[in-house]
T-cell receptor
Framework: GAVVSQHPSWVICKSGTSVKIECRSL??????MFWYRQFPKQSLMLMATSNEGSKATYEQGVEKDKFLINHASLTLSTLTVTSAHPEDSSFYIC?????????????FGSGTRLTVV | LAKTTQPISMDSYEGQEVNITCSHNNIATNDYITWYQQFPSQGPRFIIQGYKTKVTNEVASLFIPADRKSSTLSLPRVSLSDTAVYYCLVGDPPQAGTALIFGKGTTLSVSS
């Protein structure tokens, strides 16, 4: 079945540094990928829609200059958290649609736990 | 996507059947009902999807009454490993550029 690989699974960084998270579709091409953020005991919150070869679309309230998204190929999207601060500590999850019309065809990565110290 | 309402939490014991009901009064004609499962520190995983009546797979059953204004996810004989958050989503199989929007979900806790 469709697999989305997300890396790293966890990362600790110092305040003020940048962190890159990768999301790869392993066995299908994804022209569109989605990035979510999830705080403890809360639901997934959509941050942005990543489009291959074009600029990402950010949800209201999400700083595009802080959360840089690059979707340079049909199988890879990256999220870079720039100048990270402790309040950016969260669980980040990517998702891609594998083209199936049934079950919506969405596959999720395993998530990245970011801790900013 | 149609607005959904589901219980915030449920408790159960191993071996019991668990039924989680989701209300979706404003469901549209073209909407499907889909359930996802999320374990701690993991991404959501598709469980089951249906349009009407009953759907069953190796993991769960989904019961949808004729008016489709609610649905019930049924997990037979739960085990400790079924402890997770369960999300009910309702919508038309969207175009490729549309993201899934998650509600609060139901936290199921299974005890021994």
């Amino acid at each position: 079945g469709a697999v989305v690989s997300q890396h790293p699974s966890w990362v600790i960084c110092k305040s003020g540094t940048s962190v890159k998270i990768e999301c790869r579709s392993l066995d299908f091409q994804a022209t569109t990928m989605f990035w979510y953020r999830q705080f403890p005991k809360q639901s997934l919150m959509l941050m942005a829609t990543s489009n291959e070869g074009s600029k990402a679309t950010y949800e209201q309230g999400v700083e595009k200059d802080k959360f840089l998204i690059n979707h340079a190929s049909l199988t890879l999207s990256t999220l870079t958290v720039t100048s990270a601060h402790p309040e950016d500590s969260s669980f980040y999850i990517c998702s891609a649609r594998n083209g199936g019309s049934f079950n919506y065809g969405y596959t999720f990565g395993s998530g990245t736990r970011l801790t900013v110290v | 996507l149609a607005k959904t309402t589901q219980p915030i939490s449920m408790d159960s014991y191993e071996g019991q059947e668990v039924n989680i009901t989701c209300s979706h009064n404003n469901i549209a004609t073209n909407d499907y009902i889909t359930w996802y499962q999320q374990f701690p520190s993991q991404g959501p995983r598709f469980i089951i999807q249906g349009y009407k009546t009953k759907v069953t797979n190796e993991v769960a059953s989904l019961f949808i009454p004729a008016d489709r204004k609610s649905s019930t996810l049924s997990l037979p004989r739960v085990s400790l490993s079924d402890t997770a958050v369960y999300y009910c989503l309702v919508g038309d199989p969207p175009q490729a550029g549309t993201a899934l929007i998650f509600g609060k979900g139901t936290t199921l806790s299974v005890s021994s």
